[in-house]
């Protein structure tokens, strides 16, 4: 069973930087295609990054040269490198198991999140 | 950037009712859609994927249509479970999500 736990989140002023990271015992994170996404407070979801299975990298604009996704294999752990905060990036934090029929991504499996406050 | 946009945003109803929610993108998606149904405080549980595919466990009131710009999703009857806030989200060329549609107790 896919079991994907986050941590790395807190309390952030504008401007500095913090770590995610996801991990899942079952080696999820090593194998499959893998997403972070975001819902501000009492907003909707946002698609953040992804990584494929061949470490390619995608961003949405609104993190793109600040944010950067990762993994590393040999401790099965997704993470999210978030630099330069903003107060618009407070927000839960989840990753999610990426499935590909034909297209990337629908996404399966998801953590409990992680929340990230972006205040001062 | 593919804009997605569902309808209606709120939408109240009642136990054993038919409920669509209506997810409708800004360019042809062809059937990369998925449907995530999403409870108070906790994270997002994936219903149906490629427009009509039902995920394994989902109950079968649980059912999505379309292609191209236009989808939906249904529950056939609803059950006190349902009640809840759903997203729709598209993979044809990036990742969206729609802004979601919360069915409350009528």
């Known amino acids: 069973e896919v079991q994907l736990v986050e941590s790395g989140g807190g309390l952030i002023q504008p401007g500095g930087s913090l770590r995610l990271s996801c991990v899942d015992s079952g080696f999820t994170v090593r194998n499959n295609y893998m997403s972070w996404v975001r819902q501000a407070p009492g907003k909707g979801l946002e698609w953040v990054s992804l990584i494929k299975t061949d470490d390619g990298t995608y961003y949405a604009d609104s993190v793109k040269g600040r944010f950067t996704i990762s993994r590393d294999n040999s401790k099965n752990t997704l993470y999210l490198q978030m630099n330069s905060l903003r107060v618009e990036d407070t927000a839960v934090y989840y990753c999610?198991?990426?499935?590909?029929?034909?297209?990337?991504?629908?996404?399966?499996?998801w953590g409990q999140g992680t929340v990230v406050t972006v205040s001062s | 950037d593919i804009q997605m946009t569902q309808s209606p945003s709120t939408l109240s109803a009642s136990v054993g009712d038919r409920v669509t929610i209506t997810c409708r993108a800004s360019q042809s998606i062809v059937t990369w859609l998925a449907w995530y149904q999403q409870k108070s405080g906790k994270a997002p549980k994936l219903l149906i994927y490629?427009?009509?595919s039902l995920e394994s466990g989902v109950p079968s009131r649980f059912s999505g249509s379309g292609s191209g710009t236009e989808f939906t999703l249904t529950i056939s009857s609803l059950q006190p479970d349902d009640f809840a806030t759903y997203y729709c989200?598209?993979?044809?060329?990036?990742?969206?999500f729609g802004q979601g549609t919360k069915v409350e107790i009528k």
């Open positions: 490629e427009a009509s």
């Open positions: 999610a198991r990426g499935l590909s029929g034909g297209r990337c991504c629908h996404f399966d499996s």
């Open positions: 989200q598209q993979y044809n060329s990036f990742w969206t």
